[in-house]
């Protein structure tokens, strides 16, 4: 069995690309973001352009990511499933933030598929290694391919847990969603069996039940 994390505005609680943009882009990210929601550039498209125009030095930005604040209801989940499943964080937001975040709250090494920060010059670059052209989500990292790949050796079963966009190709093939926001509305609206969730201590009370093996059956927990 396998547990897809994701990042923002999940295991963090706020959205950090958004806070990163917010903070060090001039205010022309909201029209990039605008050409993105209004189907004129891809997401990718969208995210490099954003993230080209974060200002700041290393430093800095270090400092930002230092401060990322973590769902603290996420350890408690963590350590009750990793005894029978395995767990990854599948984001589509960038990898070093997760990785200074993580780190900082003191959480044990859980591997991350995200998109690739880079440092250069006075800013930051951005790199799409799980990039799947096959996928109609077109996000920078598709949820659907990486999950399926982790989850082949382990027997096949995802449970997902999410919030947004970034989670709707993988919410269409996983055997258990737990989903907020605008994740849950797009579950609600395209009939996708759900169960909603705020923090991971609402997902830790469901997962206890369940005794090593989720329920396929989702009307049972519901
Ligand atoms: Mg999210
Ligand atoms: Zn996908």
Not at 202 to 222: E, G, I
Request: one cysteine or more; glycine letters at 6%.
């Amino acid at each position: 069995m396998l547990f897809v994390i994701d990042f923002d505005g999940t295991l963090a609680l706020r959205d950090t690309v958004d806070s990163l943009l917010e903070k060090f882009a001039p205010a022309a990210w909201k029209d990039v973001e605008q050409d993105w929601l209004q189907e004129r550039i891809t997401a990718v498209e969208c995210m490099g352009r954003q993230i080209r125009m974060v200002r700041a030095d290393r430093e800095t930005l270090e400092e930002f990511f230092q401060s990322i604040e973590l769902d603290a209801s996420f350890l408690p989940f963590y350590h009750h499933v990793c005894r029978y499943a395995a767990v990854a964080i599948v984001s589509d937001g960038l990898d070093h933030p997760i990785q200074v975040a993580t780190h900082k709250a003191g959480l044990p090494n859980i591997p991350v598929f995200a998109n690739r920060l880079d440092f250069v010059a006075d800013g930051i670059d951005i790199a799409f290694p799980h990039l799947d052209a096959h996928c109609a989500a077109g996000n920078g990292v598709c949820k659907c391919a990486v999950a399926r790949d982790l989850a082949q050796p382990l027997g096949g079963l995802m449970v997902l847990i999410g919030d947004g966009k970034s989670d709707i190709c993988l919410a269409r093939r996983a055997d258990v969603v737990f989903a907020k926001k605008s994740l849950l509305a797009y579950c609600v609206a395209n009939n996708i069996g759900h169960i909603p969730f705020d923090n991971f201590e609402d997902v830790l009370a469901v997962v206890r039940k369940w005794d090593a093996h989720p329920p396929m059956n989702l009307s049972l927990v519901a």
